[in-house]
């Protein structure tokens, strides 16, 4: 910390929460775009009833909206 600056630059901060708020709108796009795909299958059966269900759990971890919200803050 040579220039005395102590903590973190909030103009790089603000840049990689942007950043971050990016991405999240690719994902969740991502994942609406598979939700839909999955959907349209006509697939039946324990394994798609298995499949659609470890699927349901992938699509909870990936809508991240509160985090990055959090960091827009």
Known sequence: MANGMHGANTDELRQVGSIFGSAEGVLNQSA??????????????????????????????????????????
């Not at 697939?43 to 919200?69: C, K, M, N, Y």
């Open 32 to 73: 609406s775009t598979l939700q839909s795909q999955i959907e349209g299958v006509d697939w039946l059966g324990p394994d798609a009833d298995r499949f659609r269900s470890h699927w349901g759990q992938v699509l909870s971890l990936i809508h991240i909206s509160e985090p990055t919200r959090l960091l827009s803050i």
